[in-house]
């Protein structure tokens, strides 16, 4: 290697990733701010490990039949936090392998308990441009409407960030491929373990 090559971290080879799955007793929940990559990186790193994926969202809409801007619009944020309670808690109990939360899932205390004692929460940390850069792509953030979405997920952070810190693992999502941040998982649960 020269003097000017960049550094590449070790690349982790499916055996060592297998023997890592095989030492995960719990399920992984991923915790962050919306566009920090949870779902997407979800499926990567629920792949990688050989098991299922499941996005809370996803199953809060299928167990409410609406979507969860309407569930926001009609019943407000509270009875939302609710609902989003009792499905993490049904995922939790049914051993899904890796679960992505909405955003605001860990803030709430009975929910983060919950995530804290029964899985291994990952918080997916990422820079606020970023952010803001991938929740310009899909208008169904009920908390991004009506104003500046930097400035909103800005606010988001600070309030948020004295939660998601009780993760027991962090991550930071940068701006590249999603694999890079699911191995990144993977060697932090290795050395959690």
Known sequence: MTANAPFKPPVLKQNDIDRIAARLDRPVVLVGLMGAGKSTVGRRLA???GRDF???DDAIEEAAQR??????DEFGEGYFRD???RVIARLIEEEAGVIATGGGAFVDDETRSLILT???AV??????????ERTARRNTRPLLRGGDPKQILTVLFK????FYSQAQLRVRSEDSPHADTARA?????????
């Open 67 to 72: 979507s969860v801007a309407e569930i926001f």
């Open 47 to 49: 792949s990688m490990l």
């Open 159 to 162: 309030q948020r960030e004295p």
């Open 123 to 132: 918080w997916i940390d990422c820079d606020i441009d970023t952010l803001v």
């Open 83 to 85: 609902g989003e309670r």
């Open 185 to 193: 998982i993977i060697e932090a649960i290795d050395q959690w373990l």
């Open 118 to 120: 029964r899985a291994i």
């Open 54 to 56: 499941v996005d809370a």
